[in-house]
């Protein structure tokens, strides 16, 4: 098995990854290995368009119901002739 070596990380995130090995119980090695597994093990979907992509992230919390406004008669085109 290959290894790797992970450079310059920030201070702020190598905390968090300490505490969150500590909660765990393992290793700040296991944990960062865990997040990886964790991350990559899923096929990317990802969603072909941008109204696709918001509704995969609302249709798990029930979606949302919104009022349209009644729709108006289309007026007429102003004269610019005169």
């Keep these: 098995?290959?290894?790797m070596t992970i450079r310059n990380l920030d201070d702020g995130l190598k905390?968090?990854?300490r505490i969150r090995a500590a909660a765990h119980g393992r290793?700040?090695?296991d944990e960062a290995?865990?997040?990886l597994r964790a991350a990559l093990?899923?096929?990317e979907n990802r969603p072909a368009n941008l109204a696709?992509?918001?509704r995969s992230r609302i249709v798990p919390l029930g979606?949302?119901?919104l009022e349209l406004p009644p729709r108006e008669a289309i007026r007429d085109l102003p004269d610019f002739s005169g």
């Design 1 to 3: 098995m290959a290894s």
């Design 63 to 65: 979606g949302v119901e």
């Design 52 to 54: 696709a992509a918001i």
């Design 27 to 29: 290793s700040m090695e």
């Design 41 to 43: 093990s899923t096929a």
């Design 33 to 35: 290995r865990d997040i």
């Design 15 to 17: 905390k968090r990854l």
